[in-house]
């Protein structure tokens, strides 16, 4: 314990928090970036479907930790290898969330939007997405919560900074169980906090709709 | 009057799982005028919903011909608006946004008379930026009729709109139903199992028969609104059309 305070003190926990934040933070949103659109495209458009589909199924069940040696091969021992397999493991679940969403969109609201002469974009963006958005939002939380599990894991290896690395580096430099404890407990407080934060998603009016009875 | 809807010989079948057809509609004719309120009553799963998705584009015939204003059917478009039992209001967006949001491509000025305009008509107005969960079944409804008309349709397509509404709220939607009619006439189409809501809203009553459909019977309501359920037409209405559909012994 002794030892966390002093790290915290001298600023080194501070440093290995906000490392770990901001490659989840650019890996995250890259992710919702590409997941989002993508798995309305999919959940939308059948043929589009058929022809990801298979692919991401195939890739879904490869554990993150498998691409730890080519990421280091093709992106260095730099941030962008624990930011790619971040990125990696945390669309899966926001691209199937997302399809699942639009999958089941109530057909009244396609048929009305279809008799009020709304099509193209406008039809995907403000029906679609927020008839879907519960499912979208619950997909994102997953995926947060596996993004901030994949940091550690890929911090451990190739990188010299984040709570990854700090667990591993405890231990390599003279067993300080200590402060692997300590880590894995500010992992497991931030991984908390950032559920809490998602959770605030809940509120927006695309999604309330869905949890009021 | 000049027919808003006119169908003659439609014919509609559905392929079974088990490689059989499912007969739905067989040769079936109808005119419909202009500000006409037609009802259609028949026992359930006669394909009443399927008649009404076949005349507002939502399906197409197997043959013959369905015209609308002198045209054939194509897309479901805004000029005959769908409502149906199920209740089709966009959950996520207030009842104001509703209305504003089907009006496509107006100007701004225009969009927020119109809908100010409806949102009253279905007294409503106090209610604009509430969401549709915070409603009760009968002002969903209502916001349901007021998104519907907002868009001025030539047709309005009514499948079982009150089913899903206690008895109360559904006498106090056929009042406001009535009540609106009288404001702005539209030419309306009602599908429903409740003989008492045709003759009480109806000019015309199109009695179906089981599935196969046909109609058996085109009745002439006659009566001036208001309309009482005691009047001894509506009376003698009712049992001869609850007869027709078997629901009454002789």
């Not at chain 1, 290995?16 to 989840?24: D, E, G, P, Q, W």
């Not at chain 1, 591993?168 to 300590?182: K, Q």
């Not at chain 2, 189409?189 to 046909?214: C, G, K, N, W, Y």
Request: charged letters at 20%; hydrophobic letters at 50%; one cysteine or more.
């Amino acid at each position: 314990m002794l030892g966390t305070i002093a790290l915290a003190k001298e600023g080194v926990l501070v440093h290995h928090i906000a490392a770990s934040l901001m490659r989840v933070a650019v890996g995250y949103f890259g992710a919702v970036a590409l997941a989002i659109p993508l798995g309305v495209a999919m959940g939308w458009y059948p043929p589009i479907y058929r022809a990801l589909n298979p692919v991401i199924q195939m890739l879904r069940p490869i554990s993150p930790i498998a691409w730890i040696p080519l990421a280091i091969l093709w992106f260095g021992v730099g941030n962008a290898s624990p930011i790619f397999l971040i990125l990696l493991s945390s669309f899966f679940p926001m691209v199937v969330g997302t399809i699942a969403g639009v999958h089941s969109v109530e057909r009244q609201y396609i048929r009305a939007a279809e008799n009020f002469g709304i099509t193209g974009m406008k039809l995907l963006r403000d029906v679609i997405v927020p008839a879907a958005m519960a499912q979208i939002v619950t997909g994102m939380r997953i995926g947060l919560g596996v993004a901030w599990l994949v940091v550690v894991a890929a911090e451990m290896v190739a990188i010299n900074s984040g709570l990854g690395f700090l667990i591993i580096d405890s231990r390599n430099a003279g067993n300080r169980y200590d402060l692997v404890v300590a880590a894995m407990v500010i992992i497991g407080v931030i991984g908390f906090g950032l559920d809490l934060v998602m959770r605030r998603l809940e509120l927006i009016d695309s999604v309330r709709w869905r949890y009021v009875r | 009057m000049s027919a808003d809807i006119k169908a003659s010989d439609v014919r509609k079948s559905y392929q079974l799982e088990d490689g059989g057809t499912l007969s739905v509609i067989e040769g079936l004719s109808l005119n419909v005028a202009q500000h006409e309120f037609v009802a259609l009553v028949g026992p359930s799963g006669c394909g009443k919903s399927t008649l009404l998705d076949l005349l507002a584009g939502f399906q197409k015939p197997d043959s013959g011909s369905i015209m609308f204003l002198g045209q054939p059917v194509g897309r479901p478009s805004p000029r005959g608006i769908l409502i149906t039992q199920k209740g089709s209001v966009f959950p996520w967006i207030s009842a104001w946004r509703n209305l504003t949001f089907v009006l496509n491509g107006m100007p701004e000025e225009a969009r927020i008379s119109r809908a100010q305009h409806y949102l009253e008509l279905v007294g409503l107005q106090d209610f604009a930026s509430a969401f549709p969960y915070q409603l009760s079944g009968g002002m969903l409804q209502r916001l349901e009729l007021a998104r519907a008309l907002v868009v001025k349709p030539e047709v309005l397509y009514m499948d079982e709109p009150f089913g899903s509404l206690d008895a109360l709220a559904r006498l106090r939607m056929r009042q406001e139903l009535l009540r609106i009619r009288r404001e702005e006439p539209q030419t309306t189409v009602l599908v429903t199992h409740d003989v008492d809501e045709a003759i009480a809203l109806a000019d015309r009553i199109f009695v179906l028969s089981q599935r196969p459909m046909r109609i058996m019977r085109i009745v002439e309501v006659g009566i001036d609104h208001p309309r009482s359920m005691a009047d001894p037409r509506a009376v003698a209405l009712k049992s001869s059309i609850l007869h027709d559909l078997g629901a009454i012994g002789e």
